[in-house]
């Protein structure tokens, strides 16, 4: 269960600033309905001051907590300071959120930037607000899910995912509007490499095996009704035994040589020898 601060509880009961500004000079909107979240900004600005910003929002606590917070923040605020207002800020204000919940804090600050560049209409510089990224593997890469780069990482070292569709299939990241597809690829290619000079005793090797037929193998197996278990390992002799459709399927001797042997000979160890039990 999520911990919440005092503060995010007391937006979230009773939200500022909630509704629409008839002839809002800025309109923002970031989210969407797909992750479960969306948010509209709308602000007022005269002389170059943020005047008044109110919102509409369809989300979860966090996501109204973060968005109440955010229009306190910007009433009152030159344009060029609540450009660089960020989703860490917006966390800060509220005493915190849980890592699963700061995605809510982004859609904020990505609405902001909605709202800014279309009253600017890029007729000034820009200059693209970062995200501040949490210093630990916690930190949310996939943030309409909430997906942390430890998840990516696991489904990367411990599951066998190899490409971005495998790592979405594990853990839906990039499954909605897909920008941290290039994040997702980077982290990859990283532990991808790493994984491959890994030397594994022979625990990690069981374990690492059973989590590629549990996550990997056996949800393309389910597609044709089939499906598989782990018996044994004994050193690189990997035992299975074939359920549902596959153990009567007359290609089961091809099904494990040509995609199970092949998979966990590609993901943990190309000596690795799958046999029927």
């Keep these: 269960m999520w911990e919440y601060t005092q503060k995010v509880k007391e937006h979230f009961k009773n939200p500022k600033n909630v509704g629409e500004i008839e002839n809002a ?10 992750c479960g979240d969306k948010l509209k900004l709308y602000l007022k600005i005269e002389n170059n001051v943020i005047t008044d910003a109110k919102f509409q929002t369809f989300g979860c606590g966090s996501a109204v907590a973060a968005s109440s917070i955010l229009t306190e923040m910007l009433i009152g605020k030159t344009i060029e300071e609540a450009k660089k207002i960020t989703n860490k800020q917006i966390a800060d204000e ?17 609405a902001l930037e909605d709202a800014l ?13 970062e995200i501040e990224p949490q210093e630990t593997n916690s930190q949310i ?10 998840e990516i990482i696991d489904s990367i070292t411990k599951n066998g995912a ?12 990039g499954l909605a509007c897909g920008r941290c597809r290039e994040l997702i690829e980077n982290l990859i290619k990283e532990y991808i490499k790493t994984d491959k000079k890994e030397v594994l005793n ?8 059973n989590n590629i ?12 009704m089939g499906g598989i278990e782990l018996v044994n390992v004994d050193g690189n002799n990997v035992y299975v035994r074939l359920k549902g459709h596959c153990s009567a399927c007359q290609n089961a001797k091809l099904t494990l040589k040509n995609f199970v042997e092949t998979k966990l000979k590609e993901l943990v160890d190309d000596e690795i020898v799958v046999l029927e039990e």
């Design 25 to 34: 000079d800025a309109i923002g909107e970031a989210g969407a309905l797909s």
């Design 94 to 110: 509220l005493g915190g959120l849980p890592p699963e919940k700061m995605h809510c804090s982004v859609m904020g600050r990505e």
């Design 117 to 129: 560049k279309n009253y600017l209409q890029d007729d000034e510089d820009w200059t693209e607000l």
């Design 141 to 150: 890469i996939c943030h309409c899910f909430g997906i942390t780069k430890q």
């Design 162 to 173: 190899k490409t971005f569709d495998d790592v979405s299939k594990l853990t839906s990241a």
């Design 202 to 209: 022979p625990v990690q090797k069981i374990i690492k095996i």
């Design 213 to 224: 037929i549990e996550n990997v193998i056996e949800p393309e197996l389910k597609k044709d």
